[in-house]
Nanobody, 116 residues
Framework: QVHLVESGGGLVQAGGSLRLSCAAS????????MGWYRHAPGQQRDLVAV???????NYADSVKGRLTISRDNAKDTVYLQMNSRKPEETAVYYC??????????WGQGPQGTVSS
């Protein structure tokens, strides 16, 4: 059973910073590739960033240089640091977990809502 809980969302002014956290209740957390997606009003859900168990990150082109994904395997937690936020990035941010070719697990999202 995998359970993901996002936190840290809130109201942020354009240009401001915010850090989202995702606490995972998951066995062998370090083996999972963790990710962040966002769903803006009226748009499709888009991938923001992923990080492998070994810590290698990959980012959507639109966020490179401004957002940083990281993880603490000792705390079973993944983070998304958001800097120089843009108003159009108002969205619900979802945490994901995926192991190898298995299913993708999703967090609930609302606690990761970021708006401006």
């Amino acid at each position: 059973q995998v359970h993901l809980v996002e936190s840290g969302g809130g109201l942020v002014q354009a240009g401001g910073s915010l850090r989202l956290s995702c606490a995972a209740s998951i066995s062998f957390f370090s083996r999972y590739t963790m990710g962040w997606y966002r769903h803006a009003p009226g748009q499709q859900r888009d991938l923001v960033a992923v990080i492998t168990g070994g810590g290698g990150p990959n980012y959507a082109d639109s966020v490179k240089g401004r957002l940083t994904i990281s993880r603490d395997n000792a705390k079973d937690t993944v983070y998304l640091q958001m800097n120089s936020r843009k108003p159009e990035e108002t969205a619900v941010y979802y945490c994901t977990a995926k192991y190898a070719c298995g299913a993708t697990y999703w967090g609930q999202g609302p606690q990761g809502t970021v708006s401006s």
